[in-house]
């Protein structure tokens, strides 16, 4: 569901006082050409859909047909200076090319950039994945576009174990990627939990945690805490939520709500914070055979996705990822109840995403440079079950 028109066009949240500049800098253009608007026409009334085609096109068609993404996650190139391929049944065939000059980098993602601002819902979230080699750049670029006050977060996840000739090299092991969140508008909430994790607490031969009290009202048990630094404003609103312990000393404690993992062990509930280096993230080396089997340059673990996808938004909400790669953000997105929108150039990247989402309903698009627009209406692919009987 849109905003209405009334909350108006999104707006930076202040005016950037430094900024990146470069050789042939300039604004992108918003013009979109008839043949991509023709191809991309049906677009504004499907539910997924994947296209191969230049990403600046579709945001400039989404633009025009206010299109808008919930959450938009991208994977881009990294400006490694390599050219990424994938081992094919007659030898290595090329994925994608990572072979920029510096300014042409800066100038191909600050386009983008600007059109995902413009297309972003305005309660929505954007979150960029990049390494030490443009984390700078892309910082900059998205503090202009978007706004100091809309920074959210810098998320540090570990891609890869310190291994090998990495960990006898003569620097510290580059093993780790950033992700920068901003959200479209300044203080705008996130529609789901903050990401959690469950540690289990020591429990007594009965199996109630040591330690812990027990909430008759909430059936549950319950660690406390000393009060702190919260205001009695805020300890009045604990309270309204059940969330406050009165000691018979007349101390005042903040109550946290033990819950059962899917073992059934009691658990803390821990918000994380902006390190990402646990079990619930790990890098893809550890992912699942099935995930492992994909075997796509430069993908990332569903669990990665898992864990934005369910903060940055709520089933049925859009999501979109403009450079596709494997189609990890779509095949999470989709379990998640989310819409998906995917968009990559890359022939390897949308057969391996076609494959990937065999079981999913979805309209794939065409409307690359010199390649006749087409549309295709994938149905989910029906695997018939052998009888009970049969087994």
Same mark, same amino acid.
């Given at each position: 569901? =849109?905003?209405?028109?009334? @909350? *108006? ?17 300039? @604004? ?28 600046? /096109? ?10 808008? +993404?919930?959450?938009?996650? !991208?994977? +881009? +190139? ?24 510096? $300014? ?26 990049? /390494? ?25 996840? =570990? ?13 510290? *092991? ?13 203080? #705008? ?35 406390? &805490? ?22 018979? #000393? ?28 646990? /079990? ?17 340059? #430069? @993908?990332?673990?569903?669990?990665? %996705?898992?864990? !934005? ?10 999501? $979109? ?19 998906? %929108? ?7 990247? !949308? ?6 989402? $065999? /079981?999913? &309903? ?9 390649? @006749? +627009? ?18």
């Amino acid at each position: 569901m =849109r905003p209405s028109d009334s @909350q *108006g066009e999104k707006t930076r949240s202040q005016r950037p006082t430094v900024t990146l500049t470069w050789a042939g800098k300039q @604004q992108p253009n918003t013009a979109v050409s008839p043949d991509v608007a023709a191809a991309l026409a049906p677009l504004s009334q499907a539910g997924n859909a994947l296209v191969q085609a230049d990403n600046l /096109d579709v945001l400039r068609f989404m633009a025009d047909a206010r299109i808008e +993404p919930r959450l938009i996650y !991208i994977d +881009p +190139p990294y400006a490694t200076q390599v050219d990424h391929g994938v081992q094919s049944s007659d030898g290595a065939a090329l994925a994608y090319s990572d072979t920029w000059e510096d $300014a042409t980098y800066c100038q191909a993602m600050f386009e983008r950039l600007v059109l995902m601002h413009r297309v972003l819902r305005r309660d929505g979230f954007i979150f960029v994945q990049c /390494d030490w080699r443009a984390s700078a750049w892309l910082r900059v670029m998205l503090d202009e576009v978007f706004g100091r006050a809309c920074f959210r977060n810098e998320i540090v996840w =570990r891609r890869a174990p310190n291994l090998g000739r990495q960990a006898a090299s003569a620097q510290l *092991g580059r093993t780790a990627d950033s992700i920068f969140v901003y959200s479209a508008a300044a203080r #705008t909430l996130f529609p789901g939990k903050l990401p959690q994790l469950l540690e289990p607490c020591e429990c007594t031969r009965e199996g109630s945690p040591i330690g812990a009290k027990w909430d008759e009202q909430a059936q549950t048990f319950f660690t406390t &805490a000393p009060r702190g630094d919260y205001s009695d404003a805020s300890i009045e609103r604990l309270r309204s939520e059940g969330r406050v312990y009165d000691s018979g #000393t007349g101390k005042v404690y903040i109550k946290y709500p033990l819950v059962r993992d899917d073992a059934g062990r009691w658990c803390k509930a821990i918000t994380i914070d902006t390190i990402w280096t646990d /079990d619930g993230v790990k890098p893809l080396r550890h992912a699942t055979k099935r995930e492992l089997a994909i075997d796509y340059v #430069t @993908q990332k673990p569903e669990a990665l %996705l898992e864990r !934005i996808v369910k903060w940055a938004s709520e089933p049925g909400d859009l999501v $979109a990822d403009f450079f596709a790669g494997s189609g990890t953000t779509l095949a999470v997105a989709h379990s998640l109840g989310r819409r998906f %929108l995917g968009v990559d150039r890359g022939e390897i990247a !949308i057969q391996t995403t076609t494959n990937r989402l $065999a /079981d999913t &309903a979805f309209v794939r698009f065409s409307c690359d440079v010199g390649q @006749q +627009p087409s549309v295709q209406r994938r149905r989910p692919r029906v695997t018939r079950r052998k009888d009970a009987s049969a087994r």
